[in-house]
């Protein structure tokens, strides 16, 4: 007998321990099956769940189950990424915490097996939280991207690039962090707007007695790195100084004006200091015009040689305060304005980073990205939705080379050696290093090796194939290469998507995957954002703790559609709950109803009008639910089975059907049972993607009763009917009936008739095939639309409302059951303070201030209210309509 309730905490690990144990996660060799393969994107070693996540792998796990059960040889392909700073900086803090102890202390091998430790101990927190989430991952084949077989991929990849001229070492500008010591890439760049100042200096021009052109900057202490100014080649102010040199001040260098269009003459006073090593933009003016590249700054962003003694060593904002006051005591202080503008922050290191001019490796991208541009544009590769390509094209085809070292010691360290010259030798060993060295030196020479490691996303741009066994020719990378589709999020296009692109491209000659699914941004229940400083981030252990993962799986995907970010709600959730809840009270009405599975029955047999509807009604939500799957509408897909399951099933199969369980005939009795059965079993296949944990239960409790089941739920096979299920003329007939019902409930609820009110429906110019339809299923009809009676008439008596159900009047005599006279009063009542809300909103929305003031969310929530206003109104008017028309 099934419990009064699921219970999410006690029985969701229960289930997903059988399921594991079982073997079920594993890719099943069917022979002569298609294959299908999801990479999932490695989370970090050191991370947690989050909103992201759980949207992200809850669409991968619908996925993959639904494949899964349609019969492939499915393989959801999962792991870890070792990234890099965030894992280092864990054992740094722990380190320092157990004694003050720095990793220069323990120095570079017992640091790396200390950080080995820490991720056998306490990494990968995030793989169990994932195994809550009910995430069906083959997690006897999860990989680390620091593991060997993934590690010796990375060292021959590198080395063959080395050897075709894509990775090369050069001197360009990084985002350096000079808390971490580190280059990092841009998506470890967090953008913060902040107040600060525009300094306006006068450089004096050279050969012009007292003529000075102004600068305007917000960091007055790289001006000691400028090597020259820029001015739009249009700006009429500035044209005939063009070619000219100032003299730098403070310094004393001779520098050239230059013409440029980056300089904006709306901007500032529109002519613009040029310090090549230290702005990414000023850089590629400096290579434009072949001005000198002058780094002022060392590691941790003091000053350095290259300055005026009085400012070496000084830290960046003392050397700042120094510069203006210096510049304000020769009189080239022009004035200092208030300013709003953005300054890089380190993500982790939460310091202003700085783009510093440093020697580091790089991959020619704009090589490998050719071929990727060209499979997007050709087919070979898609994104859902289409609107992505455009991100990934603007990214492709403005390329700058890929910085892949980092001044880190955990990670892939870079297989290249130096000799005693610098001359470097880059190998997949440090033997074949020395083997090379003494070839080209001829003798043995001592090696160095290089110091830095690989940006992490060098490694997952390989992930698709070398988790699958490459460079080895695997059964694995032979059956799942290509992968099918990409689950990700927008803000990794280009870092991870693109990368892989290039990638697989290139060294397997195939696009990584067919498909990239772009998911929407999990935000707060108003719109917006989720994040720490907010204090709106919403924990999705604690959902799963409260509602149960089913609940929180099926809010994200009933409310993941295309393109649009999700405002997630508790509200929703608790209602995707208790729709849980609905289902499992069904499933309990038929147990108790002994509505038990029967060896040999087929829904094709069935007689019954309402059993001929049900199963009518079965194959069109299978057939959505696919469809909605395989389009990547998951919640189109969500939103046919809720319908199906609630409406349908709970709300009208379910009553429909308590007469002939009740009544007297064998036969309707013990094909209604198999029926009710039936139909269960295909909603617990069909939610199963969806809301794995309560069907998989659901399919086993009830498999005690009856026919025994053949195989857990999770490894039954996606319906397939044979020949259709669908009877048109019983789907016309029930649809009819239902109609009816609705439609005078609906006349009910409108005019507040009393629940238990028992009112006479009569129906005037009814068809005859229609009067058959209401004399069939009359008992029915009158218990679900609590009538005294239905019977058809030739006229309208005083005091009735009518309503419309195709070519029948549908009238209700109500004058002897309610006050229609005070009826009309409420309802005209109600319309005006309708009215007066809708005229409040409107005034909100047509002021200026408010507009230009309020947060997107709140404008957007002033219109959904004004929608729902409108809708209200004319649910009232409608009603009131029907009583001002009663005679």
């Excluded at 096979?717 to 669908?726: F, K, Q, R």
């Excluded at 069939?776 to 009676?789: G, K, N, P, T, Y």
């Excluded at 309610?818 to 109600?830: F, V």
Aim: glycine content about 6%; hydrophobic content about 40%.
């Amino acid at each position: 007998m099934l419990d009064k309730n699921f219970t999410p905490s006690s029985d969701e690990a229960r289930l997903y321990k059988e399921w594991e144990d079982s073997g079920a996660f594993q890719s099943a060799d069917r022979p002569g099956a298609e294959n299908y393969c999801i990479v999932i994107p490695p989370p970090n070693v050191t991370g947690s769940l989050h909103m992201g996540h759980a949207l992200n792998n809850t669409i991968q796990d619908i996925l993959i189950r639904f494949e899964r059960m349609r019969g492939k040889n499915a393989l959801w392909q999962v792991g870890m990424d070792h990234a890099g700073i965030a894992t280092q900086m864990v054992v740094e803090r722990q380190l320092e915490a157990e004694g003050n102890v720095r990793r220069v202390d323990l120095g570079r091998e017992e640091f790396i097996k200390r950080v080995w430790d820490w991720k056998k101990e306490s990494g990968g927190a995030i793989t169990k939280q994932l195994r809550r989430l009910g995430a069906s991952c083959d997690w006897s084949r999860e990989r680390f991207t620091m593991d060997e077989g993934l590690s010796k991929a990375v060292v021959k990849v590198f080395v063959q690039l080395h050897r075709e001229g894509l990775i090369y070492k050069d001197k360009r500008l990084v985002n350096w962090d000079p808390k971490l010591l580190t280059a990092i890439s841009d998506l470890e760049v967090e953008q913060k707007e902040i107040e600060g100042h525009l300094w306006h200096f006068n450089y004096p021009v050279e050969g012009e007695d007292g003529a000075c052109i102004t600068v305007a900057t917000t960091r007055p202490e790289t001006m000691l790195g400028d090597t020259g100014v820029a001015v739009h080649p249009d700006d009429e102010r500035y044209k005939h100084l063009i070619g000219k040199h100032v003299i730098l001040p403070l310094v004393g260098r001779r520098i050239p004006i230059v013409a440029d269009h980056h300089a904006d003459p709306e901007q500032g006073s529109g002519a613009v200091k040029i310090t090549p090593a230290h702005d990414f933009n000023d850089f590629e003016v400096g290579r434009r015009h072949g001005l000198d590249v002058i780094n002022i700054f060392d590691e941790r962003a003091h000053l350095n040689e290259n300055v005026p003694e009085s400012y070496r060593g000084m830290e960046r904002y003392e050397a700042r305060e120094k510069i203006v006051a210096d510049l304000k005591a020769l009189g080239l202080l022009e004035k200092v304005e208030e300013n709003r503008h953005t300054v890089p922050y380190g993500d982790r290191s939460h310091v202003v980073i700085e783009p510093w001019l440093t020697d580091q490796w790089y991959v020619n991208a704009e090589t490998l990205a050719q071929p990727a541009i060209k499979a997007v544009e050709e087919g070979a590769m898609k994104f859902v939705p289409k609107n992505w390509e455009r991100t990934y094209f603007e990214w492709m085809r403005n390329i700058q080379p890929w910085c892949i070292s980092r001044q880190l010691w955990w990670g892939h360290r870079i297989p290249a050696w130096y000799g005693p010259d610098g001359e470097v030798f880059v190998e997949e060993s440090e033997v074949a290093a020395h083997a090379v060295a003494e070839a080209h030196y001829g003798k043995a020479v001592e090696l160095i090796r290089d110091e830095d490691v690989l940006d992490t996303w060098f490694s997952s741009a390989l992930w698709p194939f070398s988790t699958l066994g490459w460079p080895d020719e695997t059964p694995e990378l032979q059956n799942f290469f290509p992968t099918d589709v990409l689950v990700t999020g927008f803000d990794i296009i280009f870092f991870w998507v693109a990368r892989m692109m290039m990638m697989g491209l290139h060294l397997k000659q195939e696009v990584p995957f067919h498909t990239t699914y772009i998911h929407a941004l999990v935000r707060d229940e108003k719109g917006a954002k989720m994040s720490k400083s907010k204090g709106n981030v919403v924990d999705p252990l604690k959902i799963i703790d409260e509602y149960g993962a089913d609940a929180l799986r099926f809010t994200l995907a009933a409310m993941a559609a295309q393109g649009r970010d999700i405002k997630l709600s508790m509200a929703r959730v608790e209602g995707y709950r208790n729709f849980g809840t609905k289902l499992w009270n069904a499933a309990r009405f038929c147990e108790m109803n002994e509505c038990m599975r029967g060896n040999g029955f087929d829904p094709h047999g069935v007689s019954l009008k309402v059993n001929l509807w049900i199963g009518s009604e079965v194959e069109k939500a299978r057939d959505a639910v696919a469809l909605g799957i395989a389009e990547y509408k998951f919640n189109e897909a969500a939103g046919a089975l809720y319908h199906f399951v609630w409406h349908v099933f709970c709300d009208w199969y379910v009553e429909f059907i308590k007469p002939v369980l009740n009544g007297s005939d064998e036969r309707a009795i013990a094909e209604t049972r198999a029926m009710a059965a039936w139909v269960l079993d295909q909603i617990l296949i069909l939610l199963h993607p969806f809301m794995p944990f309560m069907t998989e239960e659901l399919w086993q409790r009830l498999g005690e009763q009856g026919a025994a089941r053949d195989t857990m739920l999770i490894s039954a096979s996606w319906p397939d009917y044979g020949a259709t299920l669908v009877n048109e003329d019983a789907c016309d007939e029930m649809d009819w009936v239902i109609r009816l019902v609705s439609e005078v409930r609906s006349v009910r609820a409108e005019l507040n008739v009393p629940a238990g009110a028992k009112v006479t429906l009569l129906v005037k110019d009814i068809s005859a095939d229609n009067l058959m339809r209401l004399e069939d299923h009359m008992d029915l009809i009158v218990r679900q639309a609590r009538l005294e009676c239905a019977k058809q008439t030739n006229s309208i008596p005083d005091g009735a409302v009518q309503a419309m159900l195709d070519e029948a009047a549908l009238i209700l005599p109500l004058a002897d059951i309610m006050d229609l006279e005070k009826e009309c009063a409420r309802l005209s009542k109600e319309i005006a303070k309708v009215d007066g809300d809708i005229g409040k909103i409107d005034a909100k929305l047509a002021n200026e201030k408010f507009l230009s003031r309020a947060p997107d969310h709140v404008i957007e929530e002033q219109k959904t209210r004004k929608s729902d206003a409108l809708a209200a109104r004319t649910r009232l008017a409608d009603a009131l309509s029907r009583l001002q028309g009663v005679g």
